[in-house]
């Protein structure tokens, strides 16, 4: 498959890419992430519930995000961009596809540096630094929440991720379970009569179709030999 500059390649990213930069995810520990249950921190009944450790959480989320680094998997998605054109489509609430340079970038589930309205979503702030905290409100008076999507609330972006991935002339599925919905439907709705990649050291599930080519390996190593031998 050389030589194909006018391919449309979109890559769907999951915890996988950032676990090599040191990022944890939840399902490391059987549904705790990092002495958390996700279900205390990543809901809406969650954050009615107990707000402040619902920042908590996410501001030590932010302030290991700070300390990481993109790997790099994420820099040579980024340099791909020289000879294809890259859709990235994560499900990961971190900036570091961001930070490598990718600049056609879609975030299923929010992003942890930025901030929203808690009565208004359209209304989305930066965070400067890695703390957000009671009382910091938006223009309307309400609190600020993290800007991301918690288990039983809709992925805004879910329409523009299915355009992209029915667009796509190839689809590479890195480090992600395909388990966690609607994301993982992502996979099932590309035309399997294109080539799938899919990058994990772990069994997924998917149908073994003839177009479908599976690098059993940790996100850096497995795209450095999806470029080497494929691209």
């Known amino acids: ?73 994420h820099l040579a998605l980024a340099r791909l961009e020289e000879k294809y054109g890259v859709s990235i489509v994560t ?14 970038i879609v975030h299923l589930h929010g992003e942890l540096r930025k901030a929203r309205s808690s009565v208004d979503s359209s209304l989305v702030y930066p965070i400067a630094g890695w ?29 523009l991720a299915e355009e992209l991935v029915q667009a796509a002339d190839i689809l590479v599925v890195i480090g992600t379970s395909l388990q966690v919905r609607p994301a993982a439907n ?3 709705i590309f035309d399997r009569q294109k080539p799938l990649f899919v990058i994990d050291p772990g069994e997924l599930p998917l149908a073994r179709a003839p177009n479908t080519t599976f690098i059993k390996e940790k996100a850096v190593s497995g795209v450095a030999k999806l470029i080497e031998k494929y691209l």
């Open 1 to 73: 498959m050389k030589g194909m500059a006018s391919k449309k390649l979109v890559f769907l990213t999951g915890s996988g890419i950032s676990a090599e930069s040191g990022l944890k995810t939840f399902r490391d520990a059987d549904g705790l992430w990092e002495g958390y249950n996700v279900y205390d921190v990543a809901t809406p009944e969650a954050w009615e519930r107990d707000p402040a450790m619902v920042l908590e959480f996410y501001n030590l989320r932010r302030k290991g995000l700070l300390a990481a680094q993109p790997n790099e998997a």
């Open 91 to 104: 499900q990961n609430i971190d900036d570091l596809h961001e930070r490598a340079g990718s600049s056609k």
């Open 131 to 159: 703390e957000l905290n009671l009382g910091q409100k938006c223009e309307l008076g309400s609190q600020l929440r993290p800007d991301v999507v918690w288990f039983g609330e809709a992925v805004p972006l879910m329409d």
């Open 186 to 188: 992502l996979a099932h």
